[in-house]
């Protein structure tokens, strides 16, 4: 009887809202397997790939419904249910929404049937970044990342009859493993330090985080988060990876795989002071270098996809600000990201719209007189590289403008000062590029493809030009009327 | 509230300039003329005196977290250049050749050029303003890469990195006007009007990028590379807009955000910017007496004039100030004109170099007398639009530096000189080896009666166009 008297019902921790966005993804990722068990025999119209982008809209659409002002936390304080994860949650599923919606041509392009498998890993790939971004569990986050990386190294080998898919993936898998070794060593060192694995639990005992032990591990976890950003001096994989990756895969990749890993990186070295002020000026060098050489690089790049990838790198130096001044920057960080998602996934995808039209690698000079032919593609495009640069009234602008703005009043003011400077080293590629587009005077390739049929582009139905008019969209709404989406991202109602 | 608004005067192009996107050439065209008559109409009946300026302010929310507010108003400083543009862009649409590419989407870029920098005069937020800045590259970029005669894509890449290294420090400047504190209430606030009276320090140190910005967008020598190849290459009537409005948002800047936010900064900088002026009046001049290309010719006119406007400026006189906002409708109607008359000329297969022309008075009898009342008009002919405006400059400089009045009036000369050359070589003479198939008819000679005439009434009777800017000049300094 005592013994009974003495059983306690523990209450699970267990919060729906923390849960949702995983729930939802891994059910549509089982379901979008099941439903193509049953190959179709018009590749056109891919069952799975429909009913995940609808299942993925509601899931955005429902995150962005709910309030964003509570922080929670739930399975025995494991993951985190606030600003960072649910914004992780509308950024991820929104790539994994336009990668899955634009996916289906490329698939079509290289005959390949797979479109189940495909979309699976792209949520595969999603849920694990999510984790990741929503962990507060140093195991969890290992969790998520490798959950996610694995995906990746499938969808860059996608299509195996393509070389440069098959280096790209290997590449990618040797390197990247490497750099999960590297994080998970860290992370035994940070456990070995201070005993636990629960971030608030280092947080609360900062006398054992000074310790050699804990700096080097926080070192070796930087690292590793540096190498999934892609940014200096980890940034050396990125341009061979994206260029070999299916297009549809490297846009979804250089922009979720940033959001989840820059929020990992803020779960460490801004909520856990003790290791974040250790390691400022290595972050500030590692932001700093990322900025110049990544938009440096990037100008010298004749292929635009590389150019791409490299003016990635640069794009990680700007999002390491936020990080590196912490508090404050929540917003302009996610805001940033929001527009960077527009942007880089609205080029990457027009761009593998014109690899498509003219079936091999792309180069800048390639693209002269996109316009005439392919006006919409050529606007999509143009609209997108004109957000990267940072030029009104793309949303590419005002997210620059939020960011280095609310660095500009902190220690920290030279970065956004320096990121200015990189900024027209960038507009100098990504205009030149856009300029290339709306260059007609010479005849040009594009030309012969349009002699037959005049006005004709694609036919409406096409996902691809679903995702990019979703990009445009997003450009502009971003740009012109920020101020819901801002307000949503503060937690402040609107 | 009635529809006759700032808010309506500025989403109008915009308006227009999407619709155009999506029509047929000839519709489009069209349309796009019949909207700018309508915004002209209705920036003149704003600016006509019958409401007072002040109660045409608008201020709305726009994203307070960046201090950004869509705040727009009239006042003497910008309202003849925001009139004025609509009015320079319906005439440029007439001048499209029917032989041009695509004219739906050419004209489209056009209006959203006008609608960029209506935006640019209106703004009464230095964000809104920074914006319109910026945003004025997209189209200008558009019209230079897809319709040049040669070399567009390189010229719309030298215009677009030149406007860039000036405007992107001027960003860091906004940046730091917004977000380090000086807000009245902590909170960024980016309206003009909270701007005033920053202190003697951040002024001396924050003017220099927007100085920077402004003399590239104007531009002024030694900053003013991408002007030659531009005014070259790119299609006339778009240029026409260029050297008619979209220098004058270099000058107006200097102007509009020197005065009211960096007034301490403009009189301690007053001798470097009078110097840079007074090189550029003098470059301007001398590369315009050695070129032997037509467009040249009026490219650096232009220069040299423009930097006459920012003399004026800089003077931080009464008479100087207001001679320059005055001269700034002038120069637009003279020059602009000029580049219009081209683009007329130019669709009759008009080469560039001087030496192929001669004698052009006999053939065509009605463009010679048209084109001689602009070039009497560009050079200072007292009667013509830009006499009142450069004679306030000179008095205002004089009252000062004597030295710099009688340097800036050898560019007055020297202008004379110029322009007279130009002149003689095209239209006196003998026959060259370009005779244009025939004169002007019907609407060309309307297009280019309209800057003849304006320019007329602005020389015979200032004063309608004075007293509105007196009475700003007045409340600034």
């Not at chain 1, 490297?250 to 974040?276: N, Q």
């Not at chain 1, 790198?313 to 805001?335: D, S």
């Not at chain 2, 003329?33 to 002040?54: H, K």
Request: hydrophobic share 55%; glycine share 10%; charged share 10%.
């Amino acid at each position: 009887m005592n013994l009974l008297a003495e059983l306690v019902f523990v209450r699970p921790d267990l919060s729906l809202s923390a849960l949702l966005p995983l729930a939802v993804m891994g059910l549509l990722m089982v379901g979008a397997l099941l439903l193509e068990l049953k190959p179709s025999t018009d590749s056109r119209r891919s069952v799975s790939m429909l009913f995940a982008s609808l299942g993925l809209f509601g899931l955005i659409a429902y995150l962005l419904h709910q309030p964003n002002s509570l922080a929670t936390h739930s399975f025995n304080a494991m993951l985190a249910s606030d600003q960072f994860s649910r914004a992780a949650g509308v950024l991820i599923a929104t790539c994994a929404l336009l990668a899955i919606l634009a996916g289906q041509e490329e698939l079509e392009r290289y005959g390949n049937r797979h479109s189940g498998e495909f979309v699976a890993l792209i949520l595969g790939a999603s849920i694990g970044m999510v984790l990741m971004s929503s962990a507060l569990n140093a195991i969890v986050l290992f969790l998520g990342l490798e959950l996610f990386s694995i995906a990746l190294y499938l969808l860059c080998i996608f299509f195996p009859e393509r070389e440069a898919s098959q280096e790209s993936g290997i590449k990618y898998f040797l390197l990247s493993s490497a750099a999960s070794a590297v994080l998970l060593y860290g992370l035994a060192l940070l456990y070995g330090a201070t005993g636990t694995t629960w971030l608030s639990e280092m947080a609360a005992q900062p006398e054992r985080l000074t310790s050699p032990l804990a700096m080097a591990g926080a070192v070796m976890v930087l690292g590793g988060l540096l190498f999934k950003l892609a940014a200096v001096p980890f940034q050396f994989w990125a341009p061979d990876v994206y260029q070999g990756a299916p297009t549809t895969v490297t846009a979804f990749m250089s922009v979720a795989t940033k959001v989840a890993a820059v929020i990992a990186l803020w779960r460490f070295f801004v909520d856990v002071p003790e290791l974040g002020s250790r390691i400022t000026f290595v972050l500030m060098a590692c932001s700093l270098l990322s900025m110049l050489l990544g938009n440096l690089l990037a100008l010298a790049q004749k292929n635009v996809k590389r150019m791409l990838a490299l003016s990635g790198v640069g794009n990680a130096g700007y999002i390491l600000i936020a990080p590196l001044i912490g508090m404050e920057m929540e917003v302009p960080l996610l805001f940033f990201l929001a527009a960077y998602l527009f942007a880089n996934m609205g080029a990457f995808l027009a761009l593998a719209k014109v690899e498509e039209i003219l079936n091999r690698d792309v180069t800048r000079a390639d693209l002269r007189g996109l316009s005439r032919s392919h006006p919409a593609l050529a606007s999509v495009f143009g609209l997108s590289l004109l957000s990267l640069a940072g030029i009104p009234p793309a949303g590419g602008f005002l997210a620059k403008f939020y960011l280095f703005g609310s660095a500009i009043a902190t220690p920290f003011a030279v970065l956004p000062a320096i990121g200015i400077v990189c900024s027209l080293i960038g507009a100098a590629y990504y205009l030149g590029t856009a300029v290339t587009l709306f260059d007609a005077k010479e005849a040009t390739e594009f030309d012969g493809l349009v002699v037959t049929e005049p006005v004709e582009e694609e036919p409406p139905t096409s996902m691809t030009s679903v995702a990019l008019a979703i990009c445009a969209a997003g450009i502009l709404v971003l740009g012109l009327m920020p101020g819901q989406l801002m307000s949503w991202l503060a937690g402040t109602a609107f | 509230m009635s529809v006759f608004n700032l808010d309506t005067l500025l989403l109008l192009p915009f308006a227009a300039a999407l619709a155009m996107a999506f029509m047929n050439d000839r519709g489009a065209r069209t349309f796009g003329v019949v909207f700018t008559f309508v915004q002209t109409v209705l920036a003149g009946y704003l600016a006509s005196g019958n409401i007072p300026l002040e109660t045409l302010a608008v201020k709305r929310l726009w994203i307070p977290q960046m201090g950004l507010s869509w705040s727009l108003g009239l006042d003497g400083a910008n309202l003849w250049l925001v009139a004025l543009t609509p009015l320079l862009t319906g005439l440029a649409l007439l001048t499209v050749s029917e032989r041009t590419e695509r004219i739906a989407f050419y004209s489209a870029n056009l209006m959203l050029l006008n609608a960029m920098l209506s935006g640019l005069f209106l703004a009464q937020n230095l964000g809104l303003f920074y914006v319109f800045f910026e945003g004025m590259l997209i189209p200008g970029a558009l019209l230079v890469a897809g319709w040049s005669v040669k070399n567009g894509r390189e010229t719309a890449v030298r215009f677009l990195l030149f406007t860039l290294v000036g405007s992107l420090p001027m960003l860091l400047g906004v940046l730091v006007l917004a977000f380090a504190g000086w807000g009245t209430d902590g909170t960024p606030n980016l309206d003009f009007t909270n701007l005033v009276g920053l202190p003697r320090a951040t002024q001396l140190f924050l003017f220099i990028p927007f100085a920077l910005a402004f003399l590239v967008k104007m531009p002024v020598f030694p900053l003013h590379g991408w002007l030659p190849p531009l005014y070259r290459n790119a299609p006339a009537s778009t240029v026409a807009v260029v050297a008619a409005m979209m220098s004058k948002a270099g000058a107006y800047g200097l102007l509009k955000v020197g005065l009211t936010v960096f007034p301490l900064a403009m009189v301690e900088y007053l001798n470097i910017l009078g110097t840079l002026a007074v090189i550029s009046l003098l470059y301007g001049a001398y590369a315009a007496l050695g070129s032997d290309s037509l467009r040249e010719v009026l490219a650096f006119s232009s220069l040299s004039h423009m930097a006459m406007i920012a003399l004026g400026i800089v003077t931080l006189t009464e008479a100087g100030t207001a001679g320059s906002v005055l001269q700034m409708a002038g120069h637009a109607l003279a020059t602009g004109g000029l580049f219009l008359a081209v683009a007329l000329m130019e669709k009759r297969g008009m080469p560039d170099e001087l030496r192929r022309f001669g004698g052009m008075a006999n053939l065509t009898p009605k463009f010679t007398v048209l084109v001689l009342f602009l070039v009497l008009a560009s050079l200072g002919q007292p009667g013509l639009g830009s006499f009142p405006g450069e004679l306030l400059i000179l008095t205002g400089v004089y009252d000062g530096y004597p030295v710099i009045a009688v340097l800036a009036c050898l560019g007055i000369i020297l202008a004379a000189a110029y322009m007279l050359r130009w002149y003689q070589t095209i239209f006196t003479g003998d026959l060259g080896t370009f005779r244009p198939p025939s004169d002007l008819r019907g609407r060309e000679l309307a297009v280019l009666l309209v800057p003849v005439a304006l320019s007329l009434v602005m020389g015979l009777a200032p004063s309608i166009f004075l007293q509105p800017i007196q009475a700003w000049v007045a409340g600034v300094l």
